[in-house]
């Protein structure tokens, strides 16, 4: 047997078509895009590549992209000071600050600052208690992306096993509580869990995120769990000088056992930002008191 792979790349095309009906939509509706507002500061690589595919990205799905992109010494003061022109906005819905942030800046004074209606990245406080206690708010977009990637693959997960690896605010811990919402039976594991393959042994559901290249090993995965691998790292290819990315977990190794892993990439990566459009859009539908079924994306 060989386990099904969960086509992460199509799922999040598809779902960035439904935002675009929706997107049109809202633009039909209101007279104007949906809008997004992404702010970069300093000149991270990986963060520049983030941020270049999320305007592309929102443009392509009929909504206004608005990039502000920050020298990496700007003061915090004048970071702060563009979060509130932004949260008053009326053009702007969402509001996505690249993480990490240069050193000498609080990332959770950053976050705090951010209007919760318009955070699309489901990180502010308010929006960590919304989705603690179970009220509409916004979820962090790979969270919520490995989650529809669950459902489409298992419908129901009532009563399943989930174990989570990682306790990151981005993943790991918002990740338990969507499962928990969804009545699984969670353990979130992390770097001082005792015995981990034993841990992971008994999860219907695995979900790695811990950034270590191939750490999750054949033999700790249960025989048809589903393995959702959010890893993304680069290590040497066989070809000298070149190299390649991998997940978390040991995907080879798991094709055998599991009963169905996202691939690395085409997995959970394109998922992220197709989950930030929706994120954007839906705090669009909200704020302009619009109607959005609570199926309709
Ligand atoms: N850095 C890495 N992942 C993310 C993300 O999902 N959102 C933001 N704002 N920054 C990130």
Not at 154 to 166: K, M, R
Not at 202 to 217: L, Q, S, T
Request: proline share 6%; with cysteine.
């Amino acid at each position: 047997m060989t386990a099904a792979i969960i086509d992460g790349k199509a799922f999040a095309a598809s779902l960035r078509v439904k935002v675009g009906e929706l997107a049109a939509a809202f633009a039909a509706k209101t007279g104007r895009k949906a809008g997004l507002a992404v702010v970069l500061v300093g000149e991270d690589p990986a963060s520049q590549v983030y941020v270049r595919s999320k305007g592309k990205q929102t443009v392509e799905a009929g909504m206004a992209s608005f990039e502000h992109k920050l020298p990496a010494d700007t003061p915090e003061a004048d970071l702060l000071a563009l979060i509130d022109q932004l949260n008053t906005d009326p053009a702007v819905d969402g509001i996505l600050v690249q993480l990490p942030l240069p050193g000498h800046m609080d990332e959770q004074k950053v976050i705090a600052a951010i209007n919760p209606d318009k955070d699309a990245d489901g990180f502010h406080v308010i929006n960590v208690g919304r989705l603690g206690v179970g009220q509409p708010g916004f979820v962090p977009c790979t969270p919520l992306g490995c989650l529809m990637l669950l459902k489409d693959q298992l419908g129901s997960l009532s009563g399943l096993n989930a174990v989570v690896i990682g306790r990151s605010n981005i993943v790991g811990k918002p990740m338990a509580q969507l499962l928990l919402a969804e009545s699984c039976t969670v353990t979130i594991a992390h770097s001082r869990t005792k015995d981990l393959p034993a841990v992971v042994r008994r999860a219907d559901i695995v979900v790695a995120a811990v950034g270590r290249p191939e750490m999750v090993k054949a033999d700790w995965i249960k025989p048809g769990a589903t393995v959702i691998d959010v890893g993304i790292n680069r290590v040497p290819a066989a070809e000298e000088g070149k190299t390649r990315l991998v997940g978390d977990v040991d995907y080879a190794g798991a094709m055998a056992v599991a009963g169905a892993v996202t691939p690395v990439p085409g997995g959970v990566g394109p998922m992220t930002i197709a989950v930030l459009l929706r994120n954007a859009l839906v705090a669009a539908y909200r704020n302009a008191g619009l109607e959005l079924a609570a199926d309709a994306i």
